[in-house]
């Protein structure tokens, strides 16, 4: 009599796979970002991180959507995140600006952050509802920061920014502050 109670969960094996495989696709775009950036093709590697935060976006709507969120997904969701969030803009950042002498601690401080947000995130609200994120999450910086170089191709920036500001230290500050504002309590919306 009790089992007639329990509704019954049959979920096709394809449905299953379906928001990991959408967290491959975001490990892929934040792979290959680091690829192009190798390849010095940095607009390109903006444009994979993008993309990769799109698909981070999918993934989670997806598995909830089919109810088929597990510890796993979250878990594997963190891993890739510190790769396509954290790794491959840092590493950008260190390609542009900070391949000169102990200039590279600072993209490694970045790095840092985003994998202790990501780590505090996974175990601070571990098994229940989220109505707000503390500290920024890491898609955000990560996407300032990858599309840093195409805004500073622009016209705009070459017109009236680019000789302004000495664009090395302000991108090590930069670093520092969305590492700080990942870190910190402050609490961010949930985006729908």
């Known amino acids: 009599m009790i089992d007639r109670m329990r509704p019954v969960r049959r979920l096709q094996k394809g449905i299953i796979i379906l928001p990991s495989a959408f967290t491959m696709l975001n490990l892929f775009f934040g792979f290959y970002a680091i690829v192009a950036t190798t390849r010095g093709d940095f607009e390109w590697a903006a444009w994979f991180i993008v993309w990769a935060a799109v698909t981070d976006l999918l993934d989670g709507h997806i598995a909830r959507f089919t109810r088929t969120g597990s510890k796993f997904g979250e878990e594997l ?20 600006y900070f391949s000169d002498d102990w200039n590279w601690v600072l993209p490694l401080v970045y790095v840092m952050a985003v994998v202790v947000r990501l780590a505090r995130f996974n175990t601070e ?35 009236y920014l680019a000789d302004m500001l000495p664009w090395p230290r302000v991108m090590g500050i930069l670093l520092i502050m969305l590492g700080a504002l990942m870190l910190s309590n402050i609490p961010y919306a949930i985006v729908p």
């Open 125 to 159: 609200q571990e098994g229940e509802a989220k109505r707000h994120f503390h500290g920024l999450p890491s898609p955000t910086p990560g996407i300032i920061l990858a599309t840093f170089y195409p805004f500073s191709q622009t016209a705009f920036f070459e017109t």
């Open 77 to 96: 969701d963190s891993l890739v995140d510190a790769i396509s969030f954290g790794v491959a803009p840092a590493f950008i950042m260190y390609t542009l």
